[in-house]
């Protein structure tokens, strides 16, 4: 059995492997200041003022508004566009490597389903959860929780590999093994 077989360590020791989708196994192709700004739009055009939030402050917000569905549809037509046109990181090529093996993403499930079919990573993957697949995001652990119920895989027995400090804190919190994929941690 291999010692080292992956990002920073990441062995074959695991019975599963969660990766993150963006930055860890795909770059989409999304203008995401872009996709900020048309959300506000949306929130202006309902009279709510969204200035000075994040996306992911927006989507909060959206909740609280009962904005969801809106809100919901612009950033995921953005994801989705940017998954057709994505481009594949070295980790893909680890992809069906594993016995079992998920992707766990804060991008909606459609666009996450669209990057592995454009990159044909979908045979390897058993299970994707996005951020629409369950109620909570990460770093909320629920996420990832859910991947590993639906690849029948206890925490413990199971790696998640992403590129962010948000992925970092989702395995935390979820008492999963984790490992930063390349360099190492992007922002949250």
Request: some cysteine; aromatic content about 4%; charged content about 30%.
């Amino acid at each position: 059995m291999p010692t080292d077989t992956g990002p920073r360590g990441l062995r074959k020791e695991y019975d599963a492997v969660v990766w993150d989708l963006d930055g860890t196994l795909v770059n989409l192709a999304v203008d995401w200041d872009a996709v900020a700004s048309e959300t506000a739009e949306t929130f202006r055009a309902a009279g709510i003022d969204a200035g000075g939030m994040d996306l992911w402050a927006m989507l909060d917000l959206a909740d609280e508004r009962g904005m969801r569905d809106d809100v919901e549809a612009v950033i995921a037509g953005h994801e989705r566009e940017g998954a057709r046109r994505s481009t594949r990181l070295a980790s893909a090529d680890r992809v069906g490597t594993f016995d079992r093996e998920g992707v766990c993403s804060l991008n909606c499930e459609g666009a996450c389903r669209l990057a592995l079919d454009a990159h044909d990573l979908t045979a390897g993957v058993d299970a994707v959860v996005g951020r629409d697949t369950v109620a909570t995001r990460k770093p909320d652990p629920e996420p990832l929780l859910e991947t590993l119920r639906r690849m029948e895989v206890s925490p413990e027995d199971a790696v998640f590999v992403g590129d962010s400090r948000r992925d970092e804190v989702t395995a935390e919190r979820a008492n999963v093994a984790f490992r930063y994929v390349g360099d190492g941690s992007s922002e949250v």
